[in-house]
């Protein structure tokens, strides 16, 4: 077995051999793998046998999960993703549910770097009964964590390439960025930068960040300056299960021209602990 000595001694051989930390493996066709120290911090999945690319797990520094992929109740719950209820009237969230459905389709890598901080950036392309309403340019970029925290940070650019599109939320308010968590953390809280914390006031207000926590674990995300509309609101709900996401159109739709370009930049944040607004702020200011 080992102990935690064993292992920090290991991972001071490793830095002290000129070893990354935090490495990038790419299973072709599957999934990229970041890990920290050996661990797994999380893995971008863009295999065509799902309908979207997302990261699944995404973990705390030592390698333990916060996020869950395609539970049982909710099959289109994919750990964190980005994705949209109504792309002009087709659904680009959900997966089995009735109605038009489309899929969020890896189309090639731009760029790879693999050496810290990491960072990926992807084309997708928007795909639905044989047409492209959107291409997608997605940069995610990882750091070494620090403070026993992960950050990542994730910025989408969506085109309408071949005519007008309209983003909306239509029935659903959730959008954008969203997370599903583990089920220990199902009934946990929320903190937001307003001092909210209570779900049902917090669902839709629009805020800096937004924290849901539970078991002992937080997720925040963060909301940048650069965002239409910001700041913008968040979903979150803690009953059944614990659902946080950034959410652009939770009130209005946006209308893009065809040609035009919309660009979102979010950051995540996990780490062990509850959430405290002032480390948060701080996170945020540093951040911007």
Not at 121 to 135: H, M, S, T
Not at 177 to 202: C, E, H, Q
Not at 236 to 246: C, D, I, P, T
């Amino acid at each position: 077995m080992h102990t935690r000595r064993a292992l920090l001694f290991a991972a001071g051989a490793a830095v002290a051999a000129g070893k990354p930390r935090l490495t990038l493996t790419d299973t072709p066709g599957e999934k990229l793998t970041i890990r920290y120290d050996g661990a797994v911090l999380m893995e971008h999945r863009y295999t065509a046998a799902r309908p979207k690319t997302y990261i699944h797990p995404l973990c705390l520094p030592g390698g333990e999960p916060v996020t869950l992929d395609s539970p049982h109740d909710h099959v289109h719950h994919r750990g964190l993703m980005v994705a949209w209820s109504e792309v002009d009237g087709i659904d680009f969230w959900g997966e089995t549910n009735p109605g038009r459905h489309g899929q969020i389709v890896h189309e090639r890598f731009e760029r790879l770097r693999s050496k810290p901080p990491i960072e990926i950036v992807e084309r997708n392309r928007w795909v639905a009964e044989g047409r492209l309403l959107l291409l997608e340019r997605r940069a995610i970029r990882v750091p070494e964590p620090t403070g026993g925290a992960t950050w990542l940070e994730w910025i989408t650019e969506l085109e309408a390439v071949n005519g007008p599109v309209k983003l909306a939320a239509g029935q659903h308010v959730y959008d954008g960025l969203g997370v599903r968590v583990i089920p220990p953390m199902d009934g946990g809280g929320v903190l937001n930068s307003n001092g909210t914390a209570t779900i049902d006031k917090a669902n839709g207000e629009k805020a800096l960040w937004c924290a849901y926590h539970g078991a002992a674990k937080t997720i925040v995300m963060f909301d940048h300056p650069s965002n239409p509309r910001h700041p913008n609101p968040f979903f979150v709900m803690n009953n059944k299960f614990g659902y946080l996401s950034a959410a652009p159109t939770f009130y209005a739709p946006f209308d893009l021209a065809a040609k035009q370009k919309i660009r979102f930049r979010w950051a995540v944040l996990a780490f062990a602990g509850e959430p405290r607004a002032e480390a948060l702020n701080a996170r945020f200011r540093a951040w911007i």
